[in-house]
T-cell receptor
Framework: KQEVTQIPAALSVPEGENLVLNCSFT??????LQWFRQDPGKGLTSLLL?????REQTSGRLNASLDKSSGRSTLYIAASQPGDSATYLC??????????????FGKGTKLSVKP | NAGVTQTPKFQVLKTGQSMTLQCAQD?????MSWYRQDPGMGLRLIHY???????DQGEVPNGYNVSRSTTEDFPLRLLSAAPSQTSVYFC????????????FGDGTRLSIL
């Protein structure tokens, strides 16, 4: 059974610091991996999607990497800002030989960026 | 540019009452799903649908029913609400083809007394 773990559960950093959020998964047979952001009381916003054949994806100050063989992904946030404060969720879509498959989520890392 | 729309945003029920959580998407997505989010448990899949007329159970389906009569709508029904169903419910959709992201609604916060 696929399991997704995110460490740490919470992280507090001063503004301007570069930081890395970690995600690990137990089964390397994935179709893709997706990083989401969730603000308090809000829904999930997709940040980055990495296909199983890709090593990384970038969007602005965000860079996500994928190492399928070791079952790991990282989300790198450069020059953090207080507006980056949120919970970050990692989710994998298992590879069932097609484009179907349900996302399996980690429990998230709650990030707080202090001014 | 509505995306995934969930109604209501908040609801309080008494034990034993029934209700339907509505979900609609305007992106012509084949795939829709319902998750519940509980503290310390993360998001767990309740039911999903790969197209109109096709539904299947997820990880925690007990106490919930779904149907998919149109591509756009995927309602979630609680037939007899229980306090254990107090949660935040999210509806999501994506295209059934290729590597495309999943889109989520803003959630329904449900309390059952």
């Amino acid at each position: 059974k696929q399991e997704v773990t995110q460490i740490p559960a919470a992280l507090s950093v001063p503004e301007g610091e570069n930081l890395v959020l970690n995600c690990s998964f137990t089964d390397s047979a994935i179709y893709n991996l997706q990083w989401f952001r969730q603000d308090p009381g809000k829904g999930l916003t997709s940040l980055l999607l990495i296909q199983s054949s890709q090593r990384e994806q970038t969007s602005g100050r965000l860079n996500a990497s994928l190492d399928k063989s070791s079952g790991r992904s990282t989300l790198y946030i450069a020059a953090s800002q207080p507006g980056d404060s949120a919970t970050y969720l990692c989710a994998v879509r298992p590879n069932y030989g097609g484009s179907q498959g349900n996302l399996i989520f980690g429990k998230g890392t709650k990030l707080s960026v202090k001014p | 540019n509505a995306g995934v729309t969930q109604t209501p945003k908040f609801q309080v029920l008494k034990t034993g009452q029934s209700m339907t959580l509505q979900c609609a998407q305007d992106m012509n997505h084949e795939y829709m799903s319902w998750y519940r989010q509980d503290p310390g448990m993360g998001l767990r899949l309740i039911h999903y649908s790969v197209g109109a007329g096709i539904t299947d159970q997820g990880e925690v389906p007990n106490g919930y029913n779904v149907s998919r009569s149109t591509t756009e709508d995927f309602p979630l029904r609680l037939l007899s609400a229980a306090p254990s169903q107090t949660s935040v419910y999210f509806c999501a959709s994506r295209t059934g083809y290729g590597n495309q992201p999943q889109h989520f609604g803003d959630g329904t916060r449900l309390s059952i007394l």
